[in-house]
């Protein structure tokens, strides 16, 4: 395939920026660079017990292979010209996830978390809880 900037897309892939740039977004969000403790609190809590969908994220509680109590989980999606991307943060953990590949989902489907079973599932249960 042709050679292109990913971040030349934007907010239409879903995520804006290198991976570098990602994690350091990510890095100023969970250090309370970006937004005071109190909007970043309520930006990331879920409702009830369910989940919270909101400025292109999705905050729920994942249930992972490996993990006695489910973590709180942020996630951002995009898919754009065949590349997908994946961002993960878990905010009671300090830590941050990533995934792009140059493969559609339809030749790779990444999976979701709550299927608890695919890809990012198998990924996100060894990096979290192994």
Do not use: H
């Amino acid at each position: 395939e042709p050679a292109f900037q990913l971040a030349s897309w934007g907010a239409a892939g879903g995520l804006m920026g290198t991976a570098r740039a990602v994690f350091d977004f990510d890095r100023s969000l969970m250090t309370g660079k970006l937004l005071p403790a109190a909007s970043l609190a309520a930006l990331w809590t879920p409702e009830g017990n369910g989940s919270y969908q909101a400025l292109g994220q999705w905050v729920f509680p994942g249930r992972l292979k490996g993990c006695a109590a489910p973590k709180r989980i942020v996630q951002r999606d995009g898919e754009i010209y065949g590349v997908q991307a994946r961002n993960f943060i878990f905010p009671d953990d300090d830590l941050v996830v990533i995934v792009f590949t140059n493969r559609s989902s339809d030749d790779f489907p990444l999976g979701e978390v709550w299927e608890g079973k695919g890809f990012v599932y198998d990924l996100l249960s060894t990096v979290a809880c192994a």
